[in-house]
């Protein structure tokens, strides 16, 4: 299974999806890195890795339509199977996710439905939640509102702050984002008619 992973900053999940496939987790290989921002760590990683890297940046073209469709040129010419945000952060047109739909894939810091949106840890902590996570879904149109194909659970502890968070669902993300992404190269997970299904089983 070919991957493109698209990134905004550190990498580090690009970083556990690339170690993941070279240790045989996955049956796939990263065949591509894009970012939207020339400074991004994660490109260091991907090309310490021998992958290819693109940047292409938002602030480049005039409208999201422009930039999603150069993204959508460089990514295409890499012919993935899979695409993979990890840390991407920007918006992306209905064009864009229709075209990649039930091959794109996002990881999302909380525990959808809940906490759509930005800064998640913050948002868990001011409600004193005591459960809180990461979710691995497919994107659709609505933002963080694709269908959620599996969530790692983190237990929140009274004196927790924002990075302790960030820390613990970050660790969980490292293995649920290569297990998803190993369903999907052994053909174990599939998207049929808008909904995922694991072992034939809707989830
Ligand atoms: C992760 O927490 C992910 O859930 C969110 O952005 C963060 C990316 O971290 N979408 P990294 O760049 O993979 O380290």
């Not at 992973?5 to 987790?25: F, H, P, T, Y």
């Not at 890195?33 to 292409?56: F, M, Q, W």
């Not at 075209?99 to 525990?111: F, K, M, Q, T, V």
Request: proline share 5%; with cysteine.
């Amino acid at each position: 299974m070919n991957i493109v992973v698209l990134i905004s900053g550190s990498g580090s999940n690009l970083q556990a999806i690339i170690d993941a496939c070279r240790a045989g987790w996955i049956a796939g290989k990263v065949v591509g890195v894009l970012s939207n921002r020339a400074d991004a760590y994660g490109l260091v990683r991907a090309t310490e890795a021998g992958i290819p890297v693109a940047t292409i940046a938002h602030r480049d073209y005039p409208s999201r339509e422009d930039f999603d469709t150069a993204m959508q040129q460089q990514i295409d010419g890499w012919q993935p199977d899979t695409v993979v945000l990890a840390g991407f952060m920007r918006i992306l047109t209905p064009g864009f996710v229709r075209h990649y739909e039930g091959r794109l894939l996002n990881i999302h810091p909380s525990l959808l439905p809940r906490y759509k949106g930005l800064h998640t840890h913050r948002r868990v902590l001011a409600t004193g939640d005591r459960l809180h996570g990461c979710s691995v879904h497919y994107v659709n149109a609505e933002l963080d509102g694709g269908p959620v194909i599996a969530q790692g659970v983190v237990q929140v502890h009274p004196a927790d702050n924002e990075q302790i968070l960030t820390e613990k669902v970050h660790k969980v993300e490292h293995w649920l984002y290569p297990q998803v992404l190993s369903w999907m190269a052994s053909g174990r997970l599939v998207y049929r008619d808008g909904s995922p299904l694991l072992d034939g089983q809707k989830l």
